[in-house]
């Protein structure tokens, strides 16, 4: 399934997590705030999440 989702609006960011990149609403050092969802970034998932937010945010 997950290859099925276009790699440029969704990310997995944990094991048992993939998330839709443009309904995050927040993001504090590993958590993801989608909503009243907190989400932990996975340590597997946590290199390429942090290049994802650094290549957003400039």
């Given amino acids: 399934m997950e290859e099925l989702l276009p790699t440029d609006q969704f ?5 048992s997590f993939i998330v ?3 309904h995050i609403e927040s993001v504090s050092k590993n958590v ?3 909503g009243n969802q907190s989400i932990t970034v996975g340590d597997n998932y946590k290199e390429a999440f942090l ?3 650094s290549r957003w945010m400039s």
Avoid at 11 to 15: A, D, E, I, N, W
């Fill in 51 to 53: 290049e994802f937010m």
């Fill in 32 to 34: 993801i705030n989608i």
């Fill in 11 to 15: 990310m997995r960011v944990h094991r």
């Fill in 20 to 22: 839709a990149l443009d």
